[in-house]
């Protein structure tokens, strides 16, 4: 569970620097840009809370 956490620190920590540095200049780019990042870090959450349940599970 450990490298798992791990990822998805990186995860955040890259969505935080997009958003503080790496904005894109255009706002709709800039939307979908967070969007699809959000995306994949709720994608992530759910991931992990399944293969928590799957070693629950046994």
Known sequence: ????L???AVLIAGFIAYNFFF???DNRT???INIVF???????IA???Y????KMKK
């Open 1 to 4: 569970m450990k490298p798992q």
């Open 6 to 8: 791990i990822i998805f």
């Open 23 to 25: 904005q894109s200049l």
């Open 30 to 32: 800039n939307t979908v």
């Open 38 to 44: 959000a995306s994949l870090l709720f994608g992530y």
């Open 47 to 49: 991931f992990m809370a």
């Open 51 to 54: 293969s928590l349940l799957k």
